[in-house]
C-alpha cells in the first residue's frame, strides 16, 4: 500500500515564502518520480513540478519558474516544495504524486498514487 504523507502548508503573507514536503512508503521511493499538483477552489487541479527518481530532471509549470524548487532526499523517502515569492494566486490545496512513467509522465497528468493534500493560502 503506497502513501503519500504531504506537510507544511499553512497561511502566508505575498510575498513570504513555505516549504512543503511529502513522504512516502510503500514502495521504493528512490525508483519513481514525484510531483506537485494544486487545486483552487472552483478550479481544475493543475500540475505544479514534477522531479525524476534521481534528481535530475525538474520541469515546472511556467505560472511558478523562477519562484518554487522541486526536490528530493531518496535517503529520507521525502520530496520538497520550497516556495517563494508567493503570491494570492498560489492559493490552493497542494497534492504529492508519484509515478511509474517519470517526470515528464507526471507533467502530463500520469499519476499513479495521490496524497490528501496540504492547505496553501497566500493573503494579499
Known amino acids: 500500500q503506497v502513501q503519500l504523507v504531504e506537510s507544511g502548508g499553512g497561511l502566508v503573507q505575498a510575498g513570504g515564502s513555505l516549504r512543503l514536503s511529502c513522504t512516502a512508503s510503500?514502495?521504493?521511493?528512490?525508483?519513481?518520480?514525484m510531483g506537485w499538483f494544486r487545486q483552487a477552489p472552483g478550479k481544475e487541479r493543475e500540475f505544479v513540478a514534477a522531479i525524476s527518481s534521481g534528481g535530475d530532471i525538474t520541469p515546472y509549470a511556467d505560472s511558478v519558474k523562477g519562484r518554487f524548487t522541486i526536490s528530493r532526499d531518496n535517503g529520507k523517502n521525502t520530496m520538497y516544495l520550497q516556495m517563494n515569492k508567493l503570491k494570492p494566486e498560489d492559493t490552493a490545496v497542494y497534492y504529492c504524486?508519484?509515478?511509474?512513467?517519470?517526470?515528464?509522465?507526471?507533467?502530463?497528468?500520469?499519476?499513479?498514487?495521490w496524497g490528501q493534500g496540504t492547505q496553501v493560502t497566500v493573503s494579499s
Open positions: 510503500g514502495r521504493k521511493f528512490s525508483w519513481f518520480a
Open positions: 504524486a508519484t509515478s511509474r512513467t517519470g517526470s515528464s509522465g507526471i507533467a502530463a497528468g500520469q499519476v499513479d498514487y
